[in-house]
């Protein structure tokens, strides 16, 4: 499963660890994260994240 | 006027004595504050960083007088917002061509504050530097630290640190350095900082201090935009941020409140006494947040390893003051910290019932349901509360 990058704050979302304050379980894909996910750091939404290169 | 800190080195900024608030009203500045602004005179000459907007005739007039404003080769914006690149519009006037370093979104930032046609944007990088003669600016990203923009910049040669609003503090000085002030005052202000602006973040505070121990710098001085420059033991205050970036508390419980009438402040003490008949060790303290600066409580709160908020209800919900702070402490985002909620009611008596929601929801754990009181408490109603902080102290020791 790939690392995505938040384009505002470089945070990167691991699925290997998840989100766990938003009870997202480690294992979960960003493409299966809920849509309204939103950046752990800044608050911004999936549609500003990248595939980490 | 400029303050020489080395041979190469001067400080060009603004001290502002007058400060009492900071972002609109979000943020009191009770010490004043300062906007720092560097000037490094080597074979070439960079300005780091300006200062707020209404000081910047006054900022340039006093640059003129240290220095021929055509013999800045380079401007540094390691952070844009009005703080800090206040003065660019001003200075930008009078050497309009000096190129500007900055990330990225730095210049996305200034471009939508100042909307300038023709500025010469340099775009900077981590790792990327700027030699200077005998010494070298590094830029270091710091996203979030705390806007999307923010770098440090790192002079090699004189080892100093510009680290931006990272380990700053609102807090006035004429005589600049940490070791020239009252410490009490200076680490309170450097802790409301962090408890107030920098928290949110904490994640990546924890990163980038990582990243900037294992860079191995040497540092002499670490130089903020606002407050004092950490001179004496500068690690000190890279130290205070790894405590407070790892869900910091001390032993303490704060009961914040808010009344109409007395009674959910008497329910509040009688909690207070049933907590430390339990616990003589912690420090209990109670803040009425109608009466107390709401930036202070919530520097109590980040020290706090648990609290306990109340408010009468009314009209079927909570107090405006109440609200306030529940709202601050949601964004702020404290980790690591118990809570519960308490009040006095008179029919609908939800009150505990929605300040314990909105605690939950802002990353408190729950200790418990609160207790609630109808009219004015008797003398039961209060041993009852004080058997409630008894129980609440078990619960968060």
């Known amino acids: 499963m790939e690392k995505y990058v938040c384009d505002v704050c470089d945070y990167v979302y691991d699925p290997a660890v998840g989100d766990p304050d938003t009870g997202i379980a480690p294992g979960t894909s960003f493409e299966d994260l809920p849509d309204d996910w939103t950046c752990p750091v800044c608050g911004v939404t999936k549609d500003d994240f990248q595939v980490q290169k | ?397």
């Open chain 2, 1 to 397: 006027m400029a303050k020489q800190i080395t041979n190469k080195v001067s400080w060009v900024g603004k001290i502002d004595w007058e400060l009492t608030k900071f972002h609109g009203d979000e943020l009191s500045t009770m010490h004043g504050s300062s906007y720092n602004a560097y000037l490094i005179q080597d074979e070439k000459t960079a300005l780091i960083d300006t200062v707020w907007q209404p000081y910047d005739k006054e900022f340039v007039a006093r640059l003129k007088k240290t220095i021929d404003l055509k013999k800045i080769d380079y401007i540094v914006m390691n952070h844009n917002e009005i703080d800090h690149s206040g003065a660019l519009v001003e200075l930008m006037r009078e050497i309009p061509g000096t190129p500007i370093y900055c990330t990225k979104k730095g210049e996305s930032i200034i471009r939508g504050h100042y909307h300038p046609q023709d500025w010469n944007f340099v775009n900077v990088k981590t790792g990327d530097t700027l030699n200077l003669g005998q010494n070298t600016l590094t830029f270091i990203e710091a996203p979030m630290l705390h806007w999307p923009d923010t770098m440090f910049s790192y002079l090699s040669g004189e080892n100093i640190l510009f680290s931006n609003d990272a380990f700053g503090q609102h807090f006035a000085t004429e005589s600049l350095y940490n070791d020239t002030v009252k410490q009490d005052d200076l680490m309170w202000e450097a802790q409301k900082y962090y408890a107030n602006i920098i928290n949110p973040f904490s994640m990546m505070v924890s990163r980038k201090v990582k990243e900037l121990i294992g860079m191995n710098l040497t540092i002499k001085m670490i130089c903020p935009s606002h407050g004092i420059i950490w001179k004496d033991n500068p690690k000190q205050i890279i130290d205070k941020y790894i405590d407070w970036c790892n869900e910091y508390k001390e032993n303490q419980i704060t009961i914040i409140y808010d009344t109409m009438w007395q009674s959910t402040r008497k329910m509040g003490e009688a909690i207070a006494d049933g907590i430390q008949e339990v616990d003589k060790d912690v420090t209990v303290k109670l803040f009425n947040a109608s009466q107390i600066d709401k930036n202070d409580i919530l520097t109590e709160i980040f020290q706090s390893k648990a609290i306990l908020v109340g408010s009468p209800t009314i009209n079927n919900g909570y107090s405006y003051a109440i609200a306030g702070i529940l709202e601050m402490a949601r964004g702020i985002k404290y980790k690591g910290k118990k809570a519960a909620a308490f009040g006095s009611y008179g029919w609908n008596g939800d009150a505990p019932k929605m300040i314990t929601a909105h605690l939950q929801e802002a990353g408190f754990e729950i200790v418990n349901d609160g207790i609630k009181k109808q009219w004015v408490p008797d003398v039961k109603d209060l041993d009852d509360c004080t058997e409630y902080g008894k129980e609440f102290a078990k619960a968060t020791k």
